[in-house]
């Protein structure tokens, strides 16, 4: 079973071919971020311009690598939602045409079950058959900050989400505030690590709030008011440890927690902001230390890609069978 999958909820024009046998056989993903980062974020109408212009060449450049033409295929995939209703248009469009043209099934596909069972990703052709395993998962991305307890494929619970800004919208928003170029994850990412992390006490929201929700809007504004009052002899570096430092105190602490509160002993950690350095190391370190068993998304499915949506699909294939082709997107779809 080959599926073609496409990825294009936001930025990024996505194309996968996975073997659920073999596992993943090419992926592409054509980034946007040099386009969209003159305006300082993404601009809607000139992404789903720039999908349009990019779906082909990503999808002819997976054919290519893996050697296969489009009659080799057994199913197409497309993400339907959430994101932005022009460009989950364009490639959902674009897998049902395909679809319909190849006479084979069409998949609609949720992004965030795409991020969540990322960490799932088969590594070698041995585990491209194995079950998704219970766990605790945390999905940190520019959209979304949520703690879901996966029993199996398909059964989810959301135990806490963000009450405002996701992790990666505060990273986003702080770099705005730095002057450091879009997107300000990876940015500061590079900065703290020659930064002091005690160097600023910036607040831990809702450490202690004793369920497992988020907020991360007060420590952007705990950024913002302490700008002004820096002397000449203050660093970046140290500005931006302290701040990444802060996020990440509160997504270990609310990960391992909600793990022990299930019972659960795998935690699952995915979302661009899963690429982060020291959210990673962090990780390792408590459920280490807690007797947990960590799987980390490899970083090059962290951020959004089509090979974990091809991934879902070729599960939601064996578990539930195609989609109907009168499937629409769905700009904001949750998981749950
Ligand atoms: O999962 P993703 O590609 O898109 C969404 O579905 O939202 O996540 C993008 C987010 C952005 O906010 C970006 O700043 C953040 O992930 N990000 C990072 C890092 N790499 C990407 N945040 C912190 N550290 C990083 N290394
Ligand atoms: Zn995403």
Known sequence: MIVLALETSCDETAAALYDAR????????????????????????????????????????????????????????????????????????????????????????????????SPFFPRTPEEAGAAI??????????????????????VYHLLGRTRDDAAGEAFDKVGKLLGLPYPGGPAIDRLARAGDPRRYAFPRSMLDSGDFHFSFSGLKTAVRYTLPKLGADARLEDVCASFQEAVVDVLVEKTVAAARARGRRLVAVSGGVSCNARLREAMRARCGAGGLTLRLAEPALCTDNAAMIAFVAAHQLAKKGASAMSADIDPNLSLV
């Open 133 to 154: 395993p219970a766990a605790m998962a945390l999905i940190v991305s520019g959209g979304h900050t949520l703690l879901v307890e996966i029993e199996g494929f398909g």
């Open 22 to 117: 073999r596992g993943l056989l090419a992926g592409r993903i054509a980034s946007q971020i040099a386009i969209h980062r003159q305006w300082g974020g993404v601009v809607p109408e000139v992404a789903s311009r720039n999908h349009l212009l990019q779906l082909r060449p990503v999808i002819d450049a997976v054919l290519a690598e893996a050697g296969l033409g489009l009659d080799a295929v057994d199913a197409v995939a497309a993400t339907a939602g959430p994101g932005l209703a022009t460009s989950l248009m364009l490639g959902l469009s674009a897998a049902k045409g395909l679809a319909l043209g190849l006479g084979k099934p069409f998949v609609a596909v949720n992004h965030i079950e795409g991020h969540l069972l």
